[in-house]
């Protein structure tokens, strides 16, 4: 009963952040005015608000969730993000929307909690399987999440955002009734102010062996895998000319194929490849992918091709399970608030580097035109992060 809440909890989690997705250009452009390349640069500072307090907080959520219990901490950052939702929805001004932004990013314990909560249920054997299931949860969150969103944009950009405040609430409803605690004093540790900053949190998982270059990969990766959701709104609609309708069916698709790949055909991949060959073969085929996006032109050949960006979707839980075996168990709350961290830091580069190169090839004094220089940089980050993984040497239990 833990894990089904567990994944039921991510799964609507995700329906919240993909309801919203599809109507974010249309919602910036009805509150500021202007083209799509300057809501697009709006969209960027959006998200890199949100995940400048994740990174900020984030170690000490995890630290937290180690020192008072994964349920304290979850509940409370759902309890926040109603109000967030709620924030946005009615928000009539970008600074309104940037204090929306800021709030949740400052109580986005979601990720670094549930993650842990997961690790404190697993056996150390079926840590990665485990992790990819939390990551099928995600994707199935997002098949539904963009088609509601899409389907709720024809009544208004504003709509999608009192469905994500709803989902979140009855999601904190739900968790408060069914929601166990995993912290026991066998694995409790004190809170500690000197841990709970971003800095000192990394030098302290830094210093277990081999987590520095797979942190590396770590934010690598998702600087470049970030482009999708800093870009792909304003991208399909330039390139394709699509709506929120069409983005929402895109984005549903890129979901379906992360669920499958995350909840079953992972453990294919580590069956037949293990940890270090399924972060490979994700690293070659999310480069894959991102060429494929870059090149068409056709929307309808883009939406058929779309579930083959998401076949690399292993290499985030089969490095969480590497990283999770190498940490000892009264450490799993701040390896994971470390891993949000890190996973903020690539939310605060990637929509402020992809939104950048999106509008300075999209926009008036653009030297040429090319809506696809986001996705040809992401692929550059996935080469840089394929080269470290390799010269990477690491011990697992």
Sequence with gaps: M?????????MLDAMGIGLVIPVMPALIVDVEGGTLAQAAVWGGVLSTVFAVMQFLLSPALGNL?????????????????????????????????????????????????AAAYMADLSPPERKTANFGLIGAAFGAGFVIGPLAGGALGTLGPRAPFYAAAALAALNLIFGL???????????????????????????????????????????LFGVALFVYPAVWAFFAQERFGWGAREIGFSLAAF?????????GLIRVALHCLGDRGTVIYGLILNAAGLGLVATITDGRLALLLTPIAG????????????????????????????????????MILSPLLMTGAFAAFTGAAAPIYLPSAPFLLAILLLIVAFVVFLRSRFAVT
């Design 177 to 219: 009734l069914v929601m166990r605690e995993t912290v026991t004093d066998t694995i409790r540790r004190p809170f500690c102010w000197s841990r709970a900053n971003p800095l000192s949190a990394f030098r302290a998982v830094g210093q277990l062996p081999g987590l520095v270059p797979l942190l590396t990969v770590f934010l």
């Design 2 to 10: 833990p894990v089904i809440f567990l994944l039921i909890t991510v």
């Design 311 to 346: 076949l690399g979707a292993v290499v985030m839980p089969a490095l969480q399970g590497i990283m999770s075996r190498i940490a000892p168990d009264n450490a799993q709350g701040e390896l994971q608030g470390v891993l949000t961290a890190t996973n903020a830091l690539a």
């Design 255 to 263: 979901g379906i194929t992360i669920a499958v790949v995350q909840g």
């Design 65 to 113: 969730s180690d020192a008072f219990g994964r349920r304290p901490v979850l509940l409370i950052s759902l309890c926040v993000l109603t109000f967030d939702y709620l924030v946005m929805a009615l928000a009539g001004s970008m600074w309104l929307l940037l204090l929306g932004r800021l709030i949740a990013g400052i109580c986005s314990a979601t990720p670094a909690t």
